[in-house]
């Protein structure tokens, strides 16, 4: 299974970061590239503890959906609504400069793989607490669902 602790797995979502454009169009949901870019770097913020998020979990979401979402080798399902504070449309951050935003998440993607890192790992929103391993698969699988989207 692909997770950013491996580095080359983590150089591969690096890789394709680098191929997303300003122009580049999604293949499904509401989020522009742009709007994208700023979710990724609000849920990377939640996880590291630099910007909150109100915990939205259930035992169903921290036992079942966790376990499938990180271990079933299938593509995460498109239109699962993210929490208020890492959508740009509601209370996210919200785009600005493309270039900038993109720097920013490289930064923030480069941090949350980093080991050792000069942070502890905050709940997940829905998920709970979760294991370095499960943040560096969940970390994995987020950027690619997103650049999956952007065809990417």
């Given amino acids: 299974m692909k997770t950013l602790a491996n580095a080359q797995d983590k150089e591969e979502i690096e890789r394709r970061l ?3 454009r300003p122009n580049s169009q999604r293949r499904w949901g509401k989020m522009t590239v742009a709007e994208m870019i700023c979710h990724s770097s609000d849920a990377f913020r939640v996880c590291m ?3 909150s998020a109100k915990d939205v979990s259930s035992l169903f979401t921290r036992t079942l959906m966790k376990w499938a979402a990180l271990s079933v080798p299938t593509k995460w399902p498109h239109g699962v609504k993210t929490v208020p504070e890492c959508d740009p449309r509601r209370e996210g951050s919200a785009p600005s400069d493309f270039g900038h935003d993109m720097r920013d998440l490289r930064e923030l ?3 949350f793989a980093r080991e050792p890192r ?3 790992f905050q709940p997940h929103p829905m998920f709970g607490q979760m294991t370095y391993d499960e943040w560096m698969r969940w970390g994995y699988l987020h950027m690619d669902h997103h650049l999956r989207q952007f065809g990417a």
């Fill in 49 to 51: 503890g630099e910007k």
């Fill in 109 to 111: 993607l480069g941090q």
């Fill in 118 to 120: 000069g942070f502890e």
């Fill in 18 to 20: 680098r191929t997303i």
